[in-house]
């Protein structure tokens, strides 16, 4: 049953992702084709029935996982198996924050949580060093646990070779796509100009 839930969780999460990851690496291009896309796209997310479906498959998604990882904790972890017990553990405390941060950023502080507001702590010392690992993490993490649950749901149908490379297609593409969304988001690819009130919730605390 848990497993069904986690699997439907992500299903929809997974959905809202692609979109959302695919919102970051428009700003390879420019910032404003970020914003540009990211305002068309929350017509349909921000809708507030989608949007509760969207943090209860969150929450649902956090839950779950960490009553596997409580299941699971005493047996043998090993090789590959410990990179989902890792990549879920990570996912479960970057959603955990990152969902947290987005509702404190609109309701506590006002702000419209674009690029600008991801950006912000990439672009104050010492927070630098905490959010490029944080995001470039979180976007690595997706790519490695798809590729772990990939494994466990297609091994009697793909062979050896054929889940070998789409593992590595996986993982290769998480990495790229990471590099690039915190390339755009710390300024390494175009100069950054984040506004004043982004940078000031870093002095009153996020
Ligand atoms: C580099 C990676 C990421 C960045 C820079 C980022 C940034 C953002 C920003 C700025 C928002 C606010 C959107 C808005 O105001 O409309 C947001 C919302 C959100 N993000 Fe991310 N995100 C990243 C990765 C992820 C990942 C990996 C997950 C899931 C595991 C995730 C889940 C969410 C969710 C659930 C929301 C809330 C949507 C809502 O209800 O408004 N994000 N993210």
């Known amino acids: 049953m848990l497993h069904r839930i986690h699997r439907?969780?992500?299903?929809?999460?997974?959905?809202?992702?692609?979109?959302?990851?695919?919102?970051?690496?428009?700003?390879?291009?420019?910032?404003?084709?970020?914003?540009?896309?990211?305002?068309?796209?929350?017509?349909?997310?921000?809708?507030?029935?989608?949007?509760?479906?969207?943090?209860?498959?969150?929450?649902?998604?956090?839950?779950?996982?960490?009553?596997?990882?409580?299941?699971?904790?005493?047996?043998?972890?090993?090789?590959?198996?410990?990179?989902?017990?890792?990549?879920?553990?990570?996912?479960?405390?970057?959603?955990l924050v990152h969902v947290g941060a987005v509702l404190a950023g609109r309701m506590q502080f006002g702000l419209d949580t674009n690029f600008y507001y991801a950006a912000a702590g990439m672009h104050v010392l010492p927070y630098r060093y905490f959010f490029m690992p944080y995001y470039f993490l979180a976007v690595l993490a997706i790519t490695v646990h798809l590729a772990r649950a990939l494994h466990w749901l297609a091994r009697d149908r793909l062979g050896a070779v054929?889940?070998?490379?789409?593992?590595?297609?996986?993982?290769?593409?998480?990495?790229?796509?990471?590099?690039?969304?915190?390339?755009?988001?710390?300024?390494?690819?175009?100069e950054v100009t984040v506004p004043a009130k982004y940078l000031a919730t870093f002095v009153l605390g996020r």
Do not use: K
């Not at 789409?166 to 390494?188: D, N, R, Y």
């Open 8 to 95: 439907a969780g992500a299903g929809v999460l997974g959905a809202f992702l692609t979109l959302h990851l695919f919102n970051h690496l428009l700003a390879i291009g420019s910032v404003e084709a970020h914003i540009h896309f990211m305002e068309a796209f929350r017509a349909v997310y921000r809708n507030r029935v989608v949007e509760i479906i969207l943090l209860l498959c969150a929450a649902s998604q956090v839950a779950s996982g960490l009553t596997f990882v409580r299941r699971r904790w005493r047996d043998r972890h090993q090789g590959l198996d410990l990179l989902q017990l890792g990549s879920g553990l990570y996912l479960a405390f970057f959603l």
């Open 162 to 190: 054929a889940m070998r490379g789409a593992t590595a297609l996986l993982v290769v593409s998480g990495f790229a796509a990471a590099t690039l969304i915190v390339a755009a988001l710390s300024g390494a690819l175009y």
